[in-house]
């Protein structure tokens, strides 16, 4: 077995492990050609074109900037212009299979650790 299918599969299975369902492979493979539509089309081009991250807000090339379901596919999401969104790369492996109110609820314990952190005097910036 070649090395990116194992990596395929590690990911399947860390995915299940989370707790997510698997709707069948032949649903994955339909959304995966719809998101290659997608991708070419001159919407989404528009969208690479601004430049931005939907999650962080940062400025990238169109060029580092990925496609994102903010309903994962593998959690029943569709590949749909209300429900992709331009993320760079860090934020996109970041958020792997959460959905949006999971995203929010990580980014809200992240700032929390950084506060506590910060308060007991554990500054990390230097």
Same mark, same amino acid.
């Given at each position: 077995m070649g090395k990116s299918r194992r990596n395929k599969r590690a990911s399947h299975k860390e995915f299940m492990a989370f707790g997510g369902f698997d709707d069948g492979q032949d649903a994955l493979?339909?959304?995966?050609?719809?998101?290659?539509?997608m991708r070419a089309s001159q919407w989404w081009k528009r969208q690479l074109a601004k430049g931005v991250c939907h999650y962080c807000g940062r400025e990238f090339k169109p060029s580092d900037l990925t496609m994102d379901h903010l309903v994962p596919v593998a959690r029943g999401g569709k590949t749909t212009k209300g429900n992709v969104v331009c993320a760079c790369k860090e934020c996109n492996n970041q958020k792997k299979y959460l959905l949006?109110? /999971?995203?929010?609820?990580?980014? #809200?314990?992240?700032?929390?650790?950084?506060? /506590?952190?910060?308060?007991?005097? #554990?500054?990390?910036?230097?």
């Open positions: 493979k339909a959304e995966r050609e719809k998101a290659r539509e949006p109110m /999971e995203w929010e609820q990580y980014l #809200e314990s992240l700032d929390k650790d950084r506060t /506590e952190k910060t308060e007991a005097g #554990e500054d990390d910036s230097a």
